[in-house]
């Protein structure tokens, strides 16, 4: 579980978070919606551990983030996935080494490991068939195409899907996912969401996904959280969402129902 209490964080002057508290069950896929600028990237960050808060704690399975050594955090990363906007994939790298190479970088030189699990993760995104499948000869040939891929060869939804097999290496507890549906079509957009969906129901991970897509939203999340003026506005359900007479809400869904 995920418990972040009385959390502060300011940059300067600016204030962006005043007194965040948040629950994020085990399991649970819980969007983290609001306006630019709000301080939802800046949530995450302190989540895992690239910032640290002024006040308050971030408390991730019972470990409060900010007292831990650098070694304990490592420690604790190595549970934690994280898909990027953008996927920011390595475009001098190809598919299968942009999948290893957060492997590579903590020591594992076993290329047979490495290969499994590129195999494990690529078929957990569907961008290969199902590992049931191996040995047959459209599991092989697609195996063959995809590895030496490189990124500017993918699509958005296959760049998208490759972030998320990357993120998935190890078998984390946490995935987290910062825009998702960024700069794709609303066709892709849908599929993204499915995997996530898929992954949260099948893989048991506890999901927290920043997006401005409310479309995505009403499709994916167990759970909401909105922030607005440096603490949470609003948590519940899509349904409480979609009923609640706060005007900071109400307007925030004109807005962004409407792009």
């Known amino acids: 579980m995920i418990k ?8 300067g002057k600016k204030k962006v978070l005043t007194g965040v508290n948040l ?22 960050k302190n989540i895992v551990g690239l910032l640290y ?12 983030i900010a007292n831990l050594s650098y070694e304990e955090l490592f420690s604790l990363r190595l549970k934690m996935g994280y898909v990027f906007q953008g996927s920011a994939l390595f475009d001098s790298y190809n598919v299968y080494e942009n999948i290893i190479i957060g492997l590579y970088e903590h020591g594992e030189r076993d290329n047979e490991m490495m290969t499994e699990e590129a195999l494990r993760v690529l078929s957990a995104v569907q961008l290969l068939p199902p590992l049931e499948e191996r040995g047959s000869l ?4 697609e195996w063959s195409i995809l590895k030496d891929k490189n990124p500017s060869d993918l699509s958005g939804g296959m760049k998208k899907r490759v972030g998320v097999a990357r993120a998935l290496v190890g078998n984390p507890e946490y995935i987290f996912y910062d825009e998702p549906t960024t700069g ?5 957009s849908e599929q993204i969401d499915q995997l996530i969906a898929h992954l949260s129901q099948h893989l048991n991970v506890t999901s927290l996904v920043i997006t401005h897509d409310m479309f995505s939203v009403f499709r994916i999340a167990n759970s909401i959280a909105m922030l607005n003026n440096g603490v949470v506005q609003f948590e ?5 969402l979609k009923v609640s007479k706060d005007k900071d809400v109400m307007d925030f869904l004109e807005r962004y129902m409407n792009e």
């Open 138 to 141: 459209e599991f092989e040939r």
């Open 4 to 11: 972040i209490s009385n959390l502060h964080k300011s940059f």
């Open 23 to 44: 629950e994020i069950p085990t399991g649970e896929t819980m969007c983290i919606i609001g306006k630019s600028g709000c301080g939802k990237s800046v949530l995450l």
């Open 236 to 240: 519940g359900t899509a349904e409480d």
């Open 53 to 64: 808060p002024d006040q308050g704690t971030v408390m991730v399975d019972d470990h409060n």
């Open 184 to 188: 794709l079509d609303p066709v892709t």
